[in-house]
């Protein structure tokens, strides 16, 4: 069965930067794309990009552009996003979710940013 | 970029009535492919969204026929016909139909 597996929780420093994961199994990786979405609170779900895993093509919100990076490594299944410059609004539960579709999401990770 | 909007912000329904849940878009979703890229999620308290509908009206696998969904090019409804308990949760409206992808602000189920 298809399963995304996403990285724990992050407490992290203002100004610095984090890496999140998220490891598919259950499929070949390199057969569909991953979309990352951030879900707050206040600003529901945002779509932040999504990466071609056989290709490494991404397309991202432009509102993330400058902020997000994704890159996969097909070695593993792995899709990964690096959160840059962070600040407390980039406090949220990041996700990621399989195909055009996101028929299949990960279980989110939570990222807390806080001195 | 596209805005849906979904209303009502909450409904509250008794077990075994009907519930129906608004998404309008600011955008046709007809693709030139002649498909309506209108999708709806559900995210149950504390768990991740999942898909149950996609390209406007196709039930996604293992979601009940009690879930339908309909429309135009810019107005769709989701209908839940025999409201359960586990039906509780966010409803989400999004579409696919280019970049950057959206979501409805979300429609909030309970249960009286």
């Known amino acids: 069965q298809v399963q995304l597996q996403q990285s724990g929780a992050e407490l992290v420093k203002p100004g610095t930067s984090v890496k999140l994961s998220c490891k598919a199994s259950?499929?070949?990786?390199?057969?569909?794309?991953m979309n990352w979405i951030k879900q707050t609170t206040g600003q529901g779900l945002e779509w932040i990009g999504i990466i071609n895993p056989g290709s490494g093509g991404t397309s991202y919100n432009v509102k993330f552009k400058g902020k997000a990076t994704l890159t996969v490594d097909k070695s593993s299944s792995t899709a990964f996003m690096q959160l840059s410059s962070l600040t407390p609004e980039d406090s949220a539960v990041y996700y990621c979710?399989?195909?055009?579709?996101?028929?299949?999401w990960g279980q989110g990770t939570l990222v807390t940013v806080s001195s | 970029d596209i805005v849906l909007t979904q209303a009502p912000l909450s409904v509250s329904v008794t077990p075994g009535e009907s519930a129906s849940i608004s998404c309008r878009s600011s955008k046709s979703l007809l693709s030139s492919k002649g498909i309506t890229s209108l999708y709806w999620y559900l995210q149950r308290p504390g768990k991740s969204p999942q898909l149950l509908i996609y390209q406007m009206s196709n039930l996604a696998s293992g979601v009940p026929d009690r879930f339908s969904s309909s429309g135009s090019e810019t107005d769709f409804t989701l209908k839940i016909s025999k409201v359960e308990t586990e039906d509780v949760g966010v409803y989400y409206c999004g579409h696919r139909l280019e970049y950057p992808f959206t979501f409805g602000s979300g429609t909030k189920l309970e249960i009286k």
């Open positions: 979710a399989r195909g055009r579709e996101f028929a299949y």
């Open positions: 259950g499929y070949t990786f390199t057969s569909n794309h």
